[in-house]
């Protein structure tokens, strides 16, 4: 096992293709996507505007609107067509149109409208455009009651704005930031990816140069396809057990993310994690030919992996196709099990679905990469043998040629 374990590490050192998968992406890859996501929201959407009104109202509108730090109005038009183009050339994402009658219709106690359009190729644009709207119609709207109801104390104006008060406490992400939301699952989702790039990039070389056979004397010698799994999945382990705890406790860190883990929590999942990624890697490199092969088979699937371990998109939404699809993935309980811990301060006893969910793949995935590797052997051994014998037929052969034209 040792032997495997010193001449699997020695491939990927050797291999500029696996370390850079195994290390370099790793390393570099998750400061770049976190420093994409640090802002955490989305500032200054620009949106067009279209005052028909132009009364003392519809300015105060818009200038709360332009004053919030979600919006910035960089367009006024004269029509709504005008503002259309704009969002068609991609210059602003939404739209707010205040009515000729906006004033009006106010100061005859009628209630007033405002149209707001927005551009929903991008939620986090839209979600900015409505909730300023919103709250600024809301603010406006607590002003006008105010000015009729003729109260006489700050406290009665309160209670005539918002007799039901309320206080919105965000759980879990209190800065409300898609970073915070997004990150965990992608840190471990990387996790998985460049574990299966590496493996599958190696054994796609091996392939392509034959190297299976040089495993034959190997397992002919140490008689045990057990040590040849746990020598590869060890060389991996000893590597992900530093880039694991990087991903996990140093990223987080350096972009101020939510990271609340307990250490034993955090290690007792990251150990199946890491070997059940390894070993479902193994399995999956059976059916790489080529070093191209996996590069395109792994950045096809990542992004419905993400989706499928229902960080990005509900679980209970999830049709049960992919629901059962999912449970054969690692990463689905990977990212499921460290948002919980990361985020929500879970305990190993918490996420006792997702962690008795890896040791079950541990299990199955090892006892398949043994029947993949044993299979590969024999395969090996078997072209081995035929070129052997072929190679002994030329040479016999060659020897008889060689005594017919002695004799003649």
Not at 55 to 74: M, N, T
Request: aromatic share 12%; hydrophobic share 45%.
């Amino acid at each position: 096992m040792c032997y495997i374990y010193v001449r699997e590490m020695k491939n990927v050192v050797r291999d500029q293709g696996v370390l850079i998968f195994f290390i370099l992406v790793p390393l570099l890859y998750p400061l770049l996507y976190s420093w994409i996501y640090n802002n955490e929201v989305v500032r200054d959407v620009p949106v067009a505007v279209v005052d028909l009104s132009h009364s003392h109202l519809s300015r105060e509108y818009l200038r709360q609107c332009d004053a919030s730090p979600d919006l910035k109005i960089i367009s006024h038009c004269n029509s709504l067509d005008e503002a259309k183009e704009l969002v068609e050339k991609q210059i602003v994402n939404g739209i707010i149109v205040i009515p000729a009658d906006f004033q009006t219709k106010i100061n005859r106690m009628e209630q007033s409208h405002v149209s707001v359009f927005s551009d929903m190729s991008l939620m986090l644009a839209y979600k900015a455009i409505y909730q300023t709207t919103m709250m600024v119609s809301q603010k406006m709207n607590s002003d006008i009651q105010v000015m009729v109801s003729n109260n006489f104390t700050n406290r009665e104006n309160e209670i005539t704005t918002r007799p039901l008060d309320y206080e919105e406490v965000p759980i879990f992400n209190p800065t409300g930031g898609y970073g915070s939301f997004i990150i965990p699952g992608v840190l471990m989702l990387i996790i998985q990816q460049t574990l299966l790039l590496g493996i599958g990039l190696s054994a796609g070389t091996s392939r392509e140069n034959n190297r299976y056979q040089d495993l034959v004397p190997i397992s002919r010698h140490y008689n045990g396809i057990f040590r040849i799994v746990l020598g590869k999945s060890l060389c991996y382990m000893m590597l992900y057990a530093v880039i694991g705890a990087y991903l996990t406790l140093v990223v987080p860190r350096i972009f101020n993310f939510t990271s609340i883990a307990d250490g034993e929590a955090l290690f007792g999942l990251m150990v199946p994690y890491i070997l059940a990624c390894i070993f479902f890697g193994m399995v999956l490199s059976c059916v790489i030919h080529y070093r191209e092969n996996i590069m395109l088979i792994i950045v096809f699937s990542s992004v419905p992996m993400l989706f499928m371990s229902g960080v990005s998109w509900p679980e209970s939404a999830i049709p049960g196709f992919w629901r059962s699809v999912a449970c054969l993935i690692p990463s689905t309980f990977g990212v499921r099990g460290f948002v919980r811990i990361n985020t929500m301060g879970a305990t190993l006893a918490d996420i006792e679905q997702e962690y008795n969910a890896l040791w079950i793949q541990v299990c199955v995935y090892f006892f398949a990469a043994c029947l993949v590797y044993r299979y590969q052997i024999n395969h090996a051994r078997r072209h081995a043998l035929e070129r052997y014998e072929n190679i002994k037929q030329r040479v016999q052969h060659a020897k008889q040629q060689r005594q017919l034209k002695k004799q003649q």
